[in-house]
């Protein structure tokens, strides 16, 4: 395309000729074309894909495919497909932190949770632990059984875990929990 019948007048030093070749190059082979060079009677080398007198061909070796590393190694190992995990039967699901009936101290609204599930969670599998926060599910779904939920507001305030397959499904779930989170406040008086 754009070779054709293009002239490429450059003098230039040895890197800014070395991506011109290049570029030549790599253009040429996709287009089946011959590249010509020589010099002008200034002394400039000119690159072009129409033949001159006196030009020398420049010889473009053929395009190899893109074949990777050829030394045995880490690159160039096919790693297995891991084998699907065998579904996990879950006998308990328990909620350790915090306590039903529990009082947390936390300006912050931060809430640190442990859930027990038996046998372990099989994250490995995509089974999470979703939250229901005051009976609202929350969007974030954890692959650890200890957490901390943050922003929580001051009050009372009811707490479940759900242990969920990938493809959304309840596969046990824990008794509901109710927690209070205090806040300090200028209004509190020690006695």
Same mark, same amino acid.
């Given at each position: 395309m754009f070779l054709h019948r293009a002239k490429v007048r450059w003098t230039a030093s040895a890197p800014k000729l070395a991506v011109l070749?290049?570029?030549?190059?790599? +253009?040429a082979t996709s287009f089946g074309a011959t590249i010509y060079r020589w010099v002008d009677r200034n002394?400039? $080398?000119?690159y072009s894909s129409e033949p001159r007198p006196g030009a020398s061909t420049i010889l473009v070796p053929p395009p190899h495919p893109a074949t990777g590393p050829t030394?045995?190694?880490?690159?160039? #190992?096919?790693q297995p497909m891991p084998a699907k995990q065998?579904?996990?039967r879950y006998t308990e699901a328990l909620i350790v932190e915090p306590k039903d009936e529990s009082? #947390?101290? +936390?300006?912050?609204?931060? $809430?640190?949770v442990e859930v027990s599930v038996q046998p372990g969670l099989n994250a490995s599998a995509g089974d999470r632990i979703a939250v229901l926060l005051d009976g609202r599910m929350l969007p974030q779904r954890y692959t650890a059984t200890s957490f901390t939920l +943050?922003? $929580?507001?001051r009050g009372?305030?009811?707490l479940q875990a759900v242990v969920v397959s990938p493809d959304g499904a309840t596969r046990i779930s824990t008794a509901i929990?109710?927690?209070y989170v205090w806040h300090a406040s200028r209004l509190f008086h020690p006695r």
């Open positions: 070749i290049t570029t030549l190059a790599l +253009s002394g400039t $080398v000119v030394q045995p190694g880490p690159a160039n #190992i096919v065998a579904d996990v009082t #947390i101290h +936390s300006n912050a609204g931060e $809430v640190p +943050s922003g $929580v507001e009372a305030h009811t929990a109710t927690f």
